[in-house]
């Protein structure tokens, strides 16, 4: 097999079993329905898990722009492969999506909301507040480059390594996923988002296009400062590089604080996102499914 469909075998695997967790907790007459985030946070990691089993052999199973681009820019990984993975992992997290509406084709049209549908293929904050949703990206996906990192830096029994990653996003999503799903991974959200926006779902709203930049652009920005954080303070030992990572760290406690004003005061009555909430493609709102 090669490295390109390496990454698409392996990010639509991760979709097939992290959109179908979501699925069977948040549409109609599912068994597992109304089962809960704890349900979807381990579904979410053992699809993580999975996929790396699956095919790290290959490709090194990054599934993950954020993953690819912060590996590359602390040269870990050659740019002239990044366009050819990141092309993979947003093919595979879409086809993921296809199978995901086919195996539980009847439930779309017993599920009334359309917050919940769209749930299913991509992310939404619990609170629409976009200073703090972006942030929220940023802060998941530095972990998760961290803490990928570290781990890889460890010697663990032959074949343990994707199942301890895997208990990394399952860490990663009860602590940090509650407020926006922790995409966390701009494939898994933009893949699956376009085939919510192609299928022909049962009663679909629409794809909420315009918070689609969050979940891109925050793991893009948290994945490259993690994987620079941790080549330069844990591998380096820079004290230059940790003073750094504080002056990046007030300075975006800084324009989070601007921008929340600025955000308050153009949008008084922002509404609050209700419904079931669902790593990895949570939070489902009444605003949601519109463009």
């Known amino acids: 097999m090669t490295p390109f469909l390496g990454e698409v075998f392996g990010t639509m695997i991760l979709i097939i079993f992290g959109g179908g967790v979501v699925a069977g907790v948040v549409l109609k007459h599912s068994k597992a329905e109304a089962s809960g985030w704890i349900v979807i946070t381990f579904g979410w990691a053992m699809g993580v898990a999975m996929a790396i089993y699956a ?8 599934i993950n722009p954020a993953v690819t681009i912060s590996l590359a820019v602390i040269g870990e990984f050659p740019w002239s492969r990044v366009p050819g993975y990141v092309l ?8 993921g999506a296809v199978v995901v509406w086919l195996h539980y084709y009847p439930h779309w049209e017993k599920t009334e909301s359309q917050a919940a549908k769209l749930a ?58 509650g407020t926006t799903g922790y995409a966390i991974n701009p494939a898994r959200d933009l ?12 009663g679909k709203g ?27 303070v844990f591998v380096e030992g820079s004290p230059l590089a940790l003073a750094i990572a504080l002056v990046v ?26 419904g079931t909430g669902t790593p990895g493609t949570p939070g489902t709102s009444d605003t949601s499914g519109k463009d």
């Open 55 to 62: 095919v790290g052999q290959f490709s090194g199973a990054h």
């Open 206 to 232: 629409g794809s909420n296009w315009k918070y689609a930049w969050v979940p891109i652009v925050g793991p893009l920005v948290g994945g490259v400062a993690g994987g620079l954080f941790y080549r330069y």
């Open 120 to 177: 299913v293929f991509s992310t939404d904050p619990a609170i629409l507040h976009t200073p703090s949703n972006l942030m929220s990206e940023v802060i998941g996906t530095f972990v998760l480059v961290l803490g990928v990192l570290a781990i890889g830096a460890n010697e663990f029994t032959q074949g343990l390594n994707p199942l301890v990653i895997g208990l990394l996003i399952l860490a990663i999503g009860l602590s940090l996923g």
């Open 249 to 274: 760290v007030l300075a975006c406690l800084a324009i989070e604080f601007v921008f929340a004003k600025r955000w308050a005061r153009l949008h008084p009555s922002s509404p609050r996102v209700s």
């Open 191 to 202: 893949g699956p988002r376009l085939a919510h926006h192609l299928l022909p779902v049962a």
């Open 88 to 95: 993979a992992q947003i093919i595979g997290a879409f086809i």
